[in-house]
């Protein structure tokens, strides 16, 4: 599982950082790395460009997990290349980004734009796999979640566009309550078509969404 990220345009990047005369690059080892988005290489070619933008480059880093590994041990070795910046450009996931905004005290501004949770395909290729609702309807569904699957992201299907196991947005789009269809079927629970999923609560809630463990890491970790 991986969080995929896109790099902005550069332009877009440059827009942020109008105010700015110095920056420091943070970079993520980890997701970014995988993407081709934040790794070693594309920080050191994002601080040439922001160099050759005229700006100064104090530094750059790339900790194994951008989104967490912004730690007073990354502060203390980066200490002065920090200070010396007026914004840190964060090339990872919008998580990572708050982190060193949390954690730096200094205005940040994002490189990436964070698009979903996703796995590995062929070579390059990732795709969406889990939209984190909050209302998970996989036992439905046969593992198969039509969130992030049906391009319209029915929770109950299929709708009239379906033809021959295709979905009427074309471009060779699969219709996913057929794949759903003939999983369930596979799998002997075909009677869940049935069930009725109704409308998702679009109502207000508090957020930041917050989830507290009712139990300690330490008897997380025996189980
Ligand atoms: S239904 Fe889909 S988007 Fe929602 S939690 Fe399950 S896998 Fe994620
Ligand atoms: S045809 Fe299938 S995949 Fe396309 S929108 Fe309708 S149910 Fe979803």
Redesign the pocket.
């Given at each position: 599982m991986k969080t995929i990220t896109r790099q902005k345009p550069f332009e877009q990047i440059l827009e942020d950082l109008a105010q700015d005369s110095s920056v420091f690059i943070i970079g993520c080892g980890t997701c970014a790395t995988l993407c081709g988005t934040g790794g070693v290489k594309e920080v050191a070619e994002m601080s040439e460009k922001v160099a050759s933008a005229g700006k100064i480059v104090t530094g750059t880093a790339v900790p194994p997990t951008g989104c967490d590994e912004v730690t007073a041990e990354m502060r203390r070795a980066f200490k002065t290349e920090l200070r010396a910046a007026d914004v840190i450009l964060v090339m990872s996931c919008a998580f990572g980004v708050q982190t060193a905004a949390s954690q730096l005290n200094k205005p940040v501004a994002p490189a990436l734009d964070t698009l979903f949770v996703g796995k590995e395909g062929p070579a390059g290729q990732y795709s969406e796999?889990?939209?984190?609702?909050?209302?998970?309807?996989?036992a439905d569904t046969a593992g198969i979640?039509?969130?992030?699957t049906c391009h319209k992201g029915l929770l109950n299907g299929p709708c009239g566009g379906t033809n021959d196991g295709m979905c009427e947005v074309g471009n060779g789009r699969e219709c996913a309550w057929t794949l759903i269809y003939n999983r369930l079927q596979k799998v002997g629970r075909l009677d869940r078509m049935r069930r009725y999923h109704p409308p998702r609560s679009h109502n207000a809630v508090l957020r930041p969404g917050i989830m507290t463990l009712t139990h300690s890491r330490e008897e997380a970790a025996k189980h």
């Open positions: 796999i889990c939209m984190q609702c909050g209302q998970c309807v996989l979640c039509p969130v992030t």
